[in-house]
């Protein structure tokens, strides 16, 4: 008897140890649940403007160097192709991760099976479920808006990977991204201790020779007086005529 209570009290001991060890980790992860405001403040590979350039025939790729956009030959073709009235955002639809580098109002909900990020958007939340089991999308997971999400944490930082999105422009100059594309997401907080940091980087192999980084930027804790936008977004006339010929109305 004495070998077996042996044998029991090591179990116990071992099992309490774990317990005890999964406690401190969950304590010593940031809470950063909560509402935030775009700071405005971001980093991407050309700066702010060069997203906003779409001329074939000047847009040099940040002044002459085209590694931070390491386009494939024929991702390249398929920016210059784009139809600009096929833009979702056009019909008031923004697809991650498009609507993730917009300077949207975030909500960031942590929780130990899911977690929910949130960006407000004509008057509602666009909501995205990560799935925190870490585990990929299911083989059998339609491509979507949001795209298929799983996170866990690594130390103090929140990472999240996305696939399975509808691919298509992800900036205002229609740099696009295809359905092959996974992006990753990290979200820690700032040294204040309360504002947020965010990156987020695309591994898209239809489209570019390599990973690289889409956008940085700081998120402001929202104070409890702040205010989402009540603005409705209006589809374009010229949408919506497209749409309908699509459709054959």
């Known amino acids: ?28 992860r940031p809470n950063f649940s909560g509402l935030y405001r775009p700071a405005g403040l971001e980093v991407q590979p050309c700066g702010r403007n060069e997203w906003m350039r779409r001329s074939f ?7 002459g160097d085209a590694s931070a956009f390491p386009y494939k ?17 056009l019909g008031c ?7 993730a ?15 929910e990020i949130a960006y407000w958007f004509n008057n509602a939340w666009f909501m995205r479920t990560v799935h925190m089991n870490g585990a990929p999308a299911p083989a059998d997971t339609p491509v979507s808006v949001t795209g298929y999400s799983t996170g866990r944490w690594v130390g103090d930082t929140l990472v999240v990977e996305t696939t399975h ?17 996974k992006f990753t997401e990290r979200f820690w907080l700032a040294p204040d201790g309360q504002n947020l940091l965010m990156d987020i980087a695309l591994d898209d192999p ?23 936008s009540q603005d409705a977004c209006e589809p374009s006339s010229i949408w919506e005529r497209r749409m309908r010929a699509k459709a054959g109305q």
């Open 1 to 28: 008897m004495s070998v077996l209570r042996s044998i029991l009290t090591s179990v116990a001991l071992v099992a309490m140890g774990t317990a005890c060890s999964q406690r401190d980790a969950a304590v010593d």
């Open 206 to 228: 239809e489209n570019y020779t390599k990973p690289f980084l889409l956008n940085r930027q700081e998120w402001i804790a929202a104070g409890p007086d702040y205010q989402v």
């Open 101 to 115: 580098m917009r300077g949207r109002p975030m909500r960031v909900t942590l929780g130990d099976e899911t977690t």
């Open 73 to 89: 030959p024929e991702g390249l073709e398929r920016w210059k192709a784009y139809n600009v009235m096929d833009d979702p955002v």
């Open 165 to 181: 999105t509808r691919g298509g422009p992800m900036f205002n100059d229609h740099k696009q991204n295809s359905t092959a594309a």
């Open 93 to 99: 639809v923004e697809d991650f991760p498009r609507n």
């Open 57 to 63: 025939e000047t847009d040099t790729f940040c002044g």
